[in-house]
Every structure is written in structure tokens, then in C-alpha cells.
């Protein structure tokens, strides 16, 4: 499958860029990721509850996928859910994100992949705060998280 140009929203350069979707083979995927990682993102896999490395991480930042790179979410979204996974009102725009019905387990929910690799992130559920109502619960494993400079943060 040939790559995909797409548009996606680049918090650094506070923009939106032409970036290619992103298409490797299962065994380049094992290669490059850990195998907690492959798991959630290419096996639809979950973490267990209050075990992922950002449901409790306070730092102002940028949560990115883990398997592409790709900006996803940012800590000024993100807010504590009580469920034991990063939570989160809204992405960074919506073209990063994609979301398409999960009816696995006899359970109707919505799942939340990465706009340019794919990769499986969580589910959005509409029992979130205001002002979007939406609360993106997502794995740890699936994310990165870089911090936010402190000259950053004082613009």
C-alpha cells in the first residue's frame, strides 16, 4: 500500500503540514516497538488500569503517538478521569486522530487510531467535561510524551 498524503496539525511549528501516512510490514512493526507497544497499537490491545506511565503525569506537554511520532494530544486537554488511563477533552486537531466503531467484546464504543500510522490509541467516550463532553481514554503505551520547555511555557 503506497503512502497517503495527509494534512496534520504540528504543535512545534504551531501549523498545519502535508506529512505521509505511514505503512510498514508486522515484522518492521515488532522491530520497532516494544512488545507492550506492537500490542496496543497494531493488536488493539489495552493496558491494565492505574499500571500506564502518563494516567497520573502532571507535566505541561505534548502527548505524541508512539509508534509514528505524530502530535496527538496536549496536557492543557488532559484531566483526571478516574478510570486509571490518560484521559483527554480533545486532541490537538482533529485531522491528527480518526475514530471508527469498535463493537468487540459485545461492547459499542468508539475507537481512536492515529491519523498517520494507524495505530490503535483507545476509545472516546461522550461522558467527559465541558466544553467538549468527550473524554479520550487512552493507553500510555501508545503515547510519548515530550515536556514542554519553561521558555515555552511563559509565552
Not at 45 to 62: P, Q, S, V
Not at 73 to 90: C, D, I, L, M, V
Not at 106 to 130: K, S, Y
Amino acid at each position: 500500500m503506497e503512502p497517503t498524503a495527509i494534512r496534520a496539525y504540528s504543535v512545534q511549528e504551531e501549523r498545519y503540514v502535508m506529512t505521509e501516512t505511514i505503512e510498514k510490514t508486522e515484522a518492521e512493526w515488532r522491530e520497532i516497538l516494544s512488545p507492550e507497544q506492537y500490542s496496543i497499537l497494531r493488536k488493539k490491545g489495552t493496558e491494565r488500569a492505574f499500571t500506564g506511565k502518563y494516567w497520573n503525569n502532571h507535566e505541561e506537554g505534548i502527548y505524541r503517538c508512539a509508534g509514528c511520532g505524530l502530535d496527538l494530544f496536549s496536557s492543557q486537554t488532559k484531566f483526571e478521569s478516574g478510570t486509571g488511563w490518560p484521559s483527554y477533552t480533545e486532541p490537538v486537531a482533529p485531522e491528527n486522530i480518526r475514530t471508527r466503531p469498535d463493537n468487540s467484546f459485545f461492547m459499542r464504543r468508539t475507537e481512536v487510531v492515529c491519523a498517520r500510522c494507524g495505530g490503535h490509541l483507545g476509545h472516546v467516550f461522550d461522558d467527559g467535561p465541558r466544553p467538549t463532553g468527550l473524554r479520550y481514554c487512552l493507553n500510555s503505551a501508545a503515547l510519548t510524551f515530550e515536556k514542554t520547555h519553561e521558555d515555552e511555557a511563559e509565552r
